[in-house]
């Protein structure tokens, strides 16, 4: 049985909401690599937990998800936001 990590949502990068950003994640860790398709060329491999994500509205729910299941998992923690506090006028200096 292959281990799963459980961690919160991060912020898109590319806008500057923080829409989902509450919830929590748990992602099998993956049991072999992907290698590419002879044909396509397409990275892929017999390993289909990887495609599987669940959504939690709660660390706590997540935990007992796993724990209930009998799935070993780590918790990876949410990286700290760190706030850049600057006024307008410091665009013109």
Not at 32 to 59: A, K, M, V
Not at 63 to 91: C, M
């Amino acid at each position: 049985m292959n281990s799963a990590r459980i961690y919160q949502r991060p912020k898109n990068a590319m806008q500057s909401g923080r829409f989902r950003t509450d919830q929590w994640v748990l992602e099998y860790d993956p049991i072999e690599p992907q290698r590419p398709d002879p044909l396509t060329g397409w990275p892929g491999s017999g390993d289909t937990r990887n495609q599987l994500r669940l959504n939690f509205p709660t660390l706590d729910a997540a935990r007992e998800y796993a724990e209930r299941e009998g799935i070993p998992f780590h918790v990876v923690p949410a990286p700290t936001r760190k706030l850049k506090l600057q006024a307008y006028a410091d665009n013109f200096r």
